[in-house]
């Protein structure tokens, strides 16, 4: 009979999580609510104590007809007749397991990288529990971290050596991430068959209530983070509604974190005040787990290198991406030093970027094109073709199931489905310092203020932005670069309030056109 293995509860019995409440309850409950399947974990209990509470966990499993697994106790799991077991990295082999619990018995194995997966699929696991995803209470001696980006990497190697295996997510899911998780993990030609829970549901105080909402989360994980892309894909479909996001945007005054170098700090506040949004510089990780509950989005700019500034940035970028709050990274330089493309990778892996924007050669190095060494943090002169950078926008944005941008004279814009081309902005742009890092402080604000479409989201930003350096430029009292930067402020303020009052006017000039690219290649 096949596993269902969409809801795979794991249990806890530790006061910490399950407090008072009888686990027998709980897991009865938590079936009752949708889950599909149960692991028991219990790390401290004597062995009569685990056989005693797994037949009666047993008993509740096969009233309901799901699988009942032991976690590393073979013994237990065969006392109790349960179905199967679950390894990890440092319990009992996968081949002893098999021969003493039978060719038809369920053995799952925990795999935190490639090799271990690669392993344990080709030794005969029946499925993989892949993570940790995030950071969780329940387990003291994590491995890693792997976010959703590891998971997505396991995933395509499975494909190509074990593509029948089944897989379920491990380590912090919750209500609020779960969709998240199993689209942003799902690689080209596979994905997540569940995700496994232990205290969302384990530590709340209704157990089918919550089980019930993760299962309707789960059976609802959209086709796309932006669920109204479908019905925006003319130009003029999205420009009718870019003035309304700048006005909500004015609204809402969403909180901007940004995490960028001291040199752009005080310019991308301004920028944030202009546009209505709320900023905050704040580059120490330990507060974005707070920060990040506040509704706003992420900035990582990655202008200045080092190795505790990495480990701040992947703390805040988990903490958002747990929240399933909107995450900006602008990989500033990254093709210019080996220590920087390394830092790109480690980024990469630590989380899901939801906008990567960046110059030519940026963008190149994250997606692995690198055509050679880039002068510093500038984008140099480029000889690629247009239709060349709308094709890398829109593989990368395929890739990573998110939106690119990718900046220069004409800027592309691409979903992986959707790709346009903006010609709108100023020559003074290139002669300031943080332009293109306050262009990023900008799409991050409305991102956080219009969920349902992120290309157009940053479309509406970037608009913004670079019409009002248009007609800052155009003003007559500007000489320059500097006499341009208070104009433009000015000019960025002039136009957030005009939103407020429902004046259009400024987006007449906006340059945007719809590329038809072709398919890319697996």
Avoid at 499 to 504: G, I, L, P, V, Y
């Amino acid at each position: 009979m096949p596993v269902d293995y969409s809801l795979y509860l794991v249990t806890d019995s530790t006061p910490a999580i399950l407090g008072e409440k009888d686990i027998a309850s709980v897991v009865e409950a938590a079936i009752e609510g949708g889950v599909t399947i149960v692991q028991y974990r219990d790390k401290k209990s004597e062995t009569a104590d685990l056989i005693r509470t797994a037949k009666c966990l047993h008993a509740i499993t096969k009233k309901h007809k799901i699988p009942l697994l032991i976690n590393d106790r073979v013994d237990v799991a065969q006392a109790v007749g349960a179905e199967g077991v679950h390894l990890g990295q440092e319990d009992l082999d996968l081949r002893t397991a098999r021969r003493l619990l039978g060719p038809d018995a369920i053995i799952g194995v925990t795999a935190n990288n490639l090799s271990e997966a690669v392993v344990a699929a080709s030794g005969g696991a029946t499925y993989l529990g892949i993570g940790t995803v995030y950071a969780t209470p329940t387990k003291e001696n994590t491995k890693s971290i792997i976010g959703t980006a590891g998971v997505r990497n396991i995933l395509q190697r499975l494909y190509s050596v074990h593509k029948a295996i089944k897989t379920v997510a491990i380590g912090g899911l919750n209500t609020s991430n779960v969709q998240r998780v199993i689209f942003q993990s799902k690689a080209s030609k596979k994905g997540l068959d569940g995700v496994a829970v232990v205290s969302s549901i384990m530590a709340a105080s209704d157990p089918r209530t919550a089980a019930a909402e993760l299962s309707k989360r789960i059976a609802e994980v959209p086709s796309s983070m932006s669920p109204k892309s479908g019905e925006n894909q003319s130009v003029e479909k999205l420009l009718g509604q870019v003035s309304d996001i700048v006005k909500e945007l004015g609204v809402k005054s969403p909180l901007c974190h940004n995490m960028t170098n001291l040199v752009v700090q005080n310019f991308a506040a301004n920028v944030a005040l202009c546009i209505g949004a709320s900023p905050i510089m704040a580059n120490y990780g330990e507060e974005a787990k707070d920060l990040a509950g506040l509704g706003g989005a992420l900035v990582v700019n990655m202008g200045t290198v080092t190795p505790d500034g990495i480990l701040n940035y992947s703390q805040a970028i988990r903490s958002y991406n747990e929240r399933g709050g909107p995450v900006l990274f602008d990989p500033v330089g990254a093709g210019a030093t080996v220590i920087r493309q390394n830092a790109v990778k480690t980024l990469m892996s630590n989380g899901y970027f939801d906008v990567i924007k960046g110059n030519e050669n940026e963008i190149r190095t994250v997606l692995g094109e690198i055509m050679g060494q880039q002068k510093g943090v500038d984008s140099g002169t480029s000889t690629t073709e247009g239709s060349e950078k709308a094709r890398l926008a829109k593989k990368l944005a395929a890739r990573e199931r998110n939106v690119v941008l990718l900046t220069g004279k004409t800027d592309y814009l691409s979903d992986g489905e959707r790709t346009y081309a903006i010609k709108n902005g100023h020559s003074y742009l290139g002669s300031i310092t943080g332009s293109g890092c306050t262009l990023g402080t900008t799409i991050a604000a409305f991102l956080a203020v219009h969920k349902e479409d992120r290309l157009l989201a940053a479309l509406a930003g970037i608009l913004m932005y670079e019409i009002a350096a248009e007609q800052a430029g155009e003003h007559g009292d500007v000489k320059g670069p500097g006499t341009f930067v208070p104009a433009f402020l000015d000019q960025l303020h002039i136009i957030a309030g005009g939103a407020s009052a429902d004046d259009a006017e400024w987006l007449k000039a906006a340059h945007v056109e719809k590329l038809d690219v072709a398919m890319l290649k697996e």
